[in-house]
């Protein structure tokens, strides 16, 4: 059987804050610390295991190499319930932070995937 880490996590515009918690018996196996939000680019409830959120973070965005390292994390949430709170809460995140980027001239091209699983998996059986 895995133990897995105990963990907060909070979305903001800034990003998603990855914080132990009191109770965690899993040391130093969590990535602790701020996931900043422009560096996330996809996050959603897995469409199988309701449970499960997932997003890719990019960790390098060299435009001098031109090479792009991306993470993806999964979290094992205590619900399907909760699962799906953490995507409407990133989507929420991104639509501030879009906002926020739109009012000061820059442009963005966040699109956020919001439809529940089931809607999700009946699409994807009727592409195959």
């Not at 990535?31 to 890719?56: A, E």
């Not at 091209?109 to 809607?119: A, G, T, Y």
Request: glycine share 6%; charged share 25%.
């Amino acid at each position: 059987q895995i133990q897995l880490p105990l963990l907060y996590v909070v979305m903001s515009p800034k990003g998603i804050d990855l914080r132990e918690h009191k109770r965690n018996k899993i040391k130093d196996s969590a990535p602790l610390g701020m996931m900043p939000i422009d560096f996330i680019s996809y996050g959603v409830q897995d469409i199988k295991f309701w449970r499960v959120f997932t997003c890719i973070v990019v960790q390098n965005m060299s435009s001098q190499s031109r090479t792009r390292t991306a993470v993806c994390h999964a979290f094992l949430c205590d619900s399907a319930h909760n699962g799906r709170k953490m995507a409407l809460s990133l989507g929420a995140a991104f639509g501030i932070y879009s906002k926020k980027l739109e009012a000061s001239g820059r442009e963005n091209n966040f699109r956020v995937e919001l439809r529940p699983p089931d809607e999700l998996a009946d699409e994807i059986e009727l592409d195959v």
